[in-house]
């Protein structure tokens, strides 16, 4: 068959990436594909920076639209991350019946459904296995590999970023602010790292999988979503003497009623495996009523590994090219008249258990006093750390854990507790996961 020409939008390190990909492994990806595949135009901002990949036949340009209407190029690869001009772009090479492979979760989790729609009706594809977790084929292990399970939950590490920052504070004793220059430095998070620690960027890969997992819309703005820029280093210790990790988990799970879907720091039991992924990796944890818990385990970003999920997308796009659009793998995992609008439950429904950390007066009765108020919620007490008071301030630190409990009680049973006389700070909440059925 002839060459597959692709077009590339973006020349940085994950647009780099693609091109060493296909030049290091051209024989293996065409045996898997059935034809080679080139790169022959490619688009960047700035023509004269370095690059980390050879250049060799790529015509280059500073105007992506160009790429994206030549008409020898096939399929358009987007690498160039943000909304704008990324969205068009894409749009326009819908409209002219190309298939799109993009990296972009932020894009597909707020304008999915629209280009899904418009794919479909052109008759072409948007590939995304890039969007989620860098390297980890877990779009391909939902959509394809689990198809004969009903998913029940799946939860995630899915923010490299945030993990470099929690494994640190927990091993190294140090604070949220220390580590997070650290990672700035390193180029694990941007000089903004709101997205990566206020988990923005983990809630647009969370609603991606959330809707493949149960075949309904994306519907980024239904994900619940906590930082971890307020977390404090005792918390990580105290949370380790309890036998526990905290990391910032992604969590997803259908009910009858509808669909959870948060994004907060939890504490998870350490022997989970989950618990047990450290540093910039990622891992997705999945749930099917088939095959039990599967876990999946790797990098989630750099230029090697998301290029790896790029070029897997492209060889399936090579191998589908002349089918029936109808017959190919669905985006959503259900063909597109079976996708259900689930609704989505508020977080004052959802039930989980609570790490609760109280400064309170060191004085006789101040135990029992907090130990009445969260019985008279109904909320039981499973572990209790208590530690000697200052000498300076004579408050003393107490750490709960509770057994799951609805969020809207607990809310309520913490508004309580905080107007108790003893209570000298604001109370610090985690939520707590088993990570079992």
């Known amino acids: 068959m002839p060459p597959l020409r692709v077009g590339l939008l973006g020349l940085g390190t994950v647009g780099g990436g693609v091109v060493n990909v296909l030049t290091r492994n051209a024989e293996d990806i065409a045996r898997r594909s059935g034809r080679r595949i080139d790169v022959i135009h490619a688009s960047a901002r700035n023509l004269g920076a370095p690059r980390i990949c050879p250049l060799d036949g790529i015509l280059l340009t500073t105007n992506p639209m160009d790429v994206v209407e030549n008409p020898n190029v096939d399929v358009i690869i987007e690498v160039m ?6 969205s068009m772009l894409i749009r326009r090479a819908l409209e002219l019946g190309k298939p799109v492979i993009t990296a972009n979760k932020a894009l597909i989790a707020h304008e999915g459904n629209e280009l899904f729609a418009l794919a479909q009706a052109k008759g072409t594809v948007v590939a995304f296995e890039a969007a989620v977790a860098g390297g980890i084929p877990i779009i391909k292990a939902i959509r394809e590999g689990l198809a ?8 995630g590490i899915i923010n490299g970023t945030g993990n470099f920052i929690l494994t640190a504070m927990r091993d190294e004793g140090r604070s949220f602010s220390d580590v997070l220059a650290e990672a700035q430095k390193l180029g694990y998070a941007e000089a903004d ?28 703005d239904g ?3 906590e930082g971890i820029s307020t977390l404090k280093t005792e918390d990580v210790r105290y949370a380790r003497e309890l036998g ?5 988990l992604g969590f997803a799970r259908r009910h009858e009623n509808g669909v959870e879907m948060r994004v907060h ?43 790896s999920a ?22 959503l995992a259900v063909v597109p008249d079976q996708v259900t609008d689930l609704p989505i439950l508020p977080m004052d429904e ?3 258990g609570y790490y609760l950390r109280l400064t309170v007066l060191d004085q006789p009765g101040v135990l029992a006093n907090i130990a009445r108020t969260l019985a008279d919620f109904g909320i039981n007490i499973e572990a209790m750390i208590q530690k000697e008071a200052s000498n300076e301030t004579l408050h003393l630190p107490i750490v709960l854990l509770t057994h799951p409990m609805r969020e809207a009680i607990m809310n309520a049973a913490i508004e309580s507790l905080q107007a108790l006389g003893e209570v000298c700070a604001p109370i610090v909440r985690l939520r707590v996961e088993s990570l079992v059925s």
């Open 310 to 331: 790029v070029v897997a997308d492209l060889v399936d796009v090579a191998r589908t090219l002349t089918a029936d659009p109808n017959h190919r793998v669905p985006h």
């Open 223 to 225: 994900v619940y979503t």
């Open 350 to 352: 959802i039930q989980t």
């Open 265 to 307: 720091p939890t504490l998870i039991p350490e022997r989970r495996l989950l618990a047990n992924v450290d540093g910039v990796k990622n891992a997705v944890l999945v749930w099917g009523d088939a095959v039990g818990p599967t876990l999946y385990y790797g990098a989630g970003a750099g230029a090697d590994p998301t290029a």
């Open 81 to 86: 991350g943000g909304m704008t001009p990324a």
């Open 148 to 155: 004969g399970n009903r998913i029940e939950w799946l939860a």
């Open 193 to 220: 790292p709101t997205f990566d620690v206020e988990g923005i960027d983990a809630a647009h890969k969370l609603s991606i999988l959330a809707a493949i997992a149960f075949g309904m819309p994306l519907k980024f």
């Open 244 to 248: 526990y990790q905290i990391k910032h």
